[in-house]
Each structure stands twice: as structure tokens, then as C-alpha cells.
């Protein structure tokens, strides 16, 4: 497992993260084997929100653990909030009130990481800098950072808080690529040319703020996975399934190097529930796939190399 330092912390987090969304499909005792078997297999790392499971998720992990304060210790937990039932909230008041609940849920002290979820239009910076002092003073959250964010969005907020915003998560996979692809096809009268993202890869990299990687392996917006998916895909996951070869790998631990490969030290928030496959993503931690595979998987997910 590859180890990554989070600018501006002292944080040595694993590149592969265990996503909580999920974890309500499965009976307590599978959900302590699935955190168990990712502690083994040295991830450090969980991710989850106030809103997975109706916050359920977060209780069910910790009373799946039996979380206590040595393996509290062990872990790096991160959580966001700002979602609501059909809007979004970065009041002063709700952050506050929903981070209480998370460490309620979460059973500790502390969260290492907040994250804001999605941006919320009616966003005052003012009141998200009172709640991140008033979180920081009390020794509830370590750290502090963004999701889902544009540049000017994180500089807006950036300009009125006192904390470094260190995390944006983002959604990036193989069959999912707008942060890279406008950059790739830049100035061309194509499609993929249009930038989308306005650079936030680049903007995280300039500002030393790790990107995180969710839905490495869907399509589209929750469509499913791209992995043995033969009729859209058939050309990539012929390409990917040589390289699993080539690795002695498993084709889901190609779908995770393809972004851990990249120089940017993306984090990879995997959300399956399936034992086996959370072992073969941790296979793809640091496998080191040369340019040209690279840029021929983009190629074979579809996209144009000018
Ligand atoms: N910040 C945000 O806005 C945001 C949004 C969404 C998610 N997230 C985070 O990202 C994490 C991951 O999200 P996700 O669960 O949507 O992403 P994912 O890891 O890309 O997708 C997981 C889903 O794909 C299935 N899958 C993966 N590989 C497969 C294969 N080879 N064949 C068949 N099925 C396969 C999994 O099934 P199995 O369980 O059977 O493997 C599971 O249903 C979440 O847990 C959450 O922590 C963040």
C-alpha cells in the first residue's frame, strides 16, 4: 500500500480509501469483516457523510468495529456534511449541528477531516469560517476541505477561513475523465475540448490540496461500472484485462492504477462491498503502468488524442 502525506498536515494516508456510502447493504458482521480485511490490508483511510444511509452508515461502521479509542487511533475518518433534503446548507449553524451528529454516529471525539459535501449557492464564507473556528477550538475536526468544488468556489471560501482547505473530492474514474480531458484536447473545435472543470486538477495541484477520487469505477453519474461492461466498453476492458495479465493483477486493481499512476497523488475512494474486490483495488495502490498504457487506456474508454 502507498502512503501519501496530505500537504499542510501531518497526515500519512493510504491512497486507496474505504467509501462508507454503501456499507448499509451489508449485515453488521460483514461490515466488520469488510473494515477488518481493509485495516489488514493497510488502509488507513474511511470516508463517509452525514447523509449515506441517512446517517445511518456511520453509526452501523462504528457499531460493526465496536469502535473504541485504540482503533480509533488507527484510523484517519473523514466526513462531510451540507447535503439536506432537497438543498444545500454551509450555515454556520448547520455545519456545527452536523458534525456534532457525525461524531455522535461515529462514536469519537474527533473527525481528522470535514469536508463540505456539494457547494451551496447561497454560501456566506463569513459563517463557514465562525463554524470552522468554532469546530477547530473545541478539538472536533483536525482539518477541513471541500468536495465537488470549482477553483473559485474553494478560493472564495479559502479567502475568509483560517484553515488551509486541504481535501477536494472529486468525481474522476476511467469511464469519467472532464478534469483531464479539456487539457488534452485544449484549443480544438471537439467536444472533449470543452473544459468543464475549470482546471481544478491543475488548481488543486498549484495549491497542494489533495484531490480524491469518487466513483472510480461507475460511468456517467451512478450508471453503473465500465468494468465488464462489453457493449460500451468493449475496447477498454479488453486493454484493461491485458494489463491485468501483464500486472498479475485483477482488472479492478488496472481501474484504480490508472488514477493512482497519475503524478497528482490522487487518493482513490472505492465504495464496493464486495471482500474480494476490495482486496484487488488495494493491488492497484502503486502498479507502475508506463505512459503508453496509459494514455491507451484513455484512448480505448473513448477519447481522442489529438
Ligand atoms: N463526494 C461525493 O459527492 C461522493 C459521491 C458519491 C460517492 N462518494 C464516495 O465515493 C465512494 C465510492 O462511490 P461509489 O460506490 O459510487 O463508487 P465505485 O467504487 O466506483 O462503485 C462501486 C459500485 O460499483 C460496483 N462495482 C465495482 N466494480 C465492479 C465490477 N468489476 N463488477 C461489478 N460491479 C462492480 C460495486 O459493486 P460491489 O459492491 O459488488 O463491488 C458497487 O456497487 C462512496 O462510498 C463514497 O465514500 C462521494
Redesign the pocket.
Known amino acids: 500500500m502507498k502512503y501519501i502525506q496530505i500537504a499542510g498536515t501531518d497526515l500519512q494516508v493510504s491512497n486507496i480509501v474505504m467509501?462508507?456510502?454503501?456499507l448499509k447493504q451489508l449485515s453488521l458482521s460483514e461490515a466488520e469483516t469488510l473494515i477488518r480485511t481493509a485495516m489488514e490490508e493497510k488502509i488507513n483511510f474511511f470516508?463517509?457523510?452525514d447523509i449515506?444511509g441517512g446517517g445511518e452508515c456511520e453509526s452501523y461502521f462504528s457499531e460493526a468495529i465496536g469502535m473504541n479509542a485504540s482503533l480509533r487511533e488507527q484510523m484517519i475518518l473523514q466526513s462531510?456534511c451540507g447535503i439536506r433534503k432537497g438543498f444545500f446548507d454551509f450555515s454556520k449553524e448547520h455545519i456545527i449541528a452536523s458534525t456534532e451528529g457525525i461524531l455522535k454516529r461515529l462514536n469519537t471525539d474527533y473527525l481528522d477531516i470535514l469536508?463540505l459535501?456539494?457547494p451551496d449557492a447561497l454560501v456566506e464564507p463569513e459563517e463557514v469560517a465562525e463554524a470552522f473556528d468554532e469546530l477547530e477550538k473545541s478539538g472536533k475536526v483536525r482539518h477541513f476541505g471541500v468536495?465537488?468544488h470549482t477553483p473559485m468556489q474553494t478560493e472564495l471560501l479559502q479567502k475568509h477561513l483560517s484553515q488551509k482547505l486541504i481535501v477536494n473530492?472529486l468525481?474522476f474514474?476511467i469511464a469519467h475523465t472532464p478534469m483531464i480531458d479539456s487539457g488534452i484536447a485544449f484549443n480544438m473545435n471537439v467536444d472533449q475540448s470543452v473544459n468543464r472543470d475549470s482546471g481544478i486538477l491543475d488548481y488543486c495541484r498549484l495549491n497542494g490540496i489533495t484531490v480524491q477520487a469518487?466513483?472510480?469505477?461507475?460511468k456517467g453519474f451512478?450508471n453503473?461500472?465500465f468494468?465488464?461492461d462489453l457493449e460500451e466498453y468493449a475496447e477498454l476492458n479488453k486493454l484493461i484485462d491485458s494489463l491485468a495479465d501483464k500486472y498479475n493483477v485483477a482488472?479492478?486493481a488496472i481501474a484504480v492504477a490508472w488514477i493512482t499512476r497519475h503524478p497528482a497523488n490522487i487518493q482513490v475512494?472505492?465504495?464496493?462491498?464486495?471482500l474480494g474486490?476490495l482486496k484487488d483495488c488495494c493491488q492497484g495502490s502503486d502498479i507502475p503502468l508506463t505512459r503508453e498504457e496509459w494514455y491507451g487506456i484513455y484512448k480505448a474508454a473513448g477519447n481522442i488524442l489529438p
Open positions: 467509501g462508507n456510502m454503501r470516508d463517509h457523510a449515506y462531510k469536508l459535501h456539494r468536495s465537488n473530492q468525481q474514474s469518487w466513483s472510480p469505477f461507475q451512478f453503473g461500472p468494468l465488464g482488472n479492478t475512494v472505492t465504495g464496493t462491498m464486495n474486490r
